[in-house]
């Protein structure tokens, strides 16, 4: 048993990638905004070293809540291995460097897009889309599409993360490991 909470959710990830159907790195994203709405979301874990990484517009609704209260949750829910990680902490962005590395291991049609979507702002027909997606295609023929000025992402540093392993009879088992220092302290949760 590790004492590393990054390690054990490595070990976890790696199962979820070989079992998991379908995007094994699937996140649900909880965030609030200034006015303390919650919303949750489906997002893709694009990296994991000290903190989790994610990537979206900056004009997105979890962008906006993230600029209004930089706090986030994530719940990893593996269910062919009846597993699932909570995180809890605060978000900072990635740098520049970070953000234009990944975009640029993009497919060119989702760079594309990322310049094409308003995401989250209201969108009159699926036709509108397209004809932007055709303007921008249009834009960049012939050339490398750099990342927007308006996409980037986030990294959520945790401060706590729970795992969580389905038991017999509901006893399921519950690790939280919680920031202390430079470490972390670990300790069990009632089901």
Not at 37 to 57: C, W
Not at 63 to 72: C, F, S, V
Not at 75 to 94: A, C, D, I
């Amino acid at each position: 048993m590790t004492t590393d909470p990054h390690a054990l959710f490595e070990s976890w990830l790696r199962d979820a990638e070989a079992s998991e159907p379908n995007d094994p790195n699937a996140m649900a994203l909880a965030t609030v905004d200034a006015r303390g709405q919650p919303s949750a979301r489906m997002v893709l874990l694009k990296g994991h070293d000290e903190g989790f990484i994610f990537y979206t517009n900056q004009t997105s609704r979890k962008a906006g809540d993230l600029a209004d209260n930089p706090r986030a949750g994530l719940l990893f829910h593996w269910k062919s291995l009846r597993k699932q990680v909570r995180v809890e902490g605060p978000v900072t962005p990635v740098t520049d460097a970070e953000a234009d590395a990944y975009f640029a291991t993009r497919g060119r049609i989702s760079r594309l897009g990322a310049w094409a979507s308003d995401q989250s702002s209201p969108l009159p027909d699926h036709a509108t889309l397209e004809a932007r997606l055709a303007e921008i295609t249009a834009r960049f023929e012939g050339a490398e599409v750099p990342r927007p000025p308006h996409w980037s992402g986030y990294r959520v540093t945790p401060e706590t993360i729970e795992f969580w392993e389905d038991g017999d009879h509901r006893l399921h088992n519950r690790r939280l490991f919680t920031r202390a220092g430079d470490g972390w302290r670990e300790g069990l949760l009632y089901p």
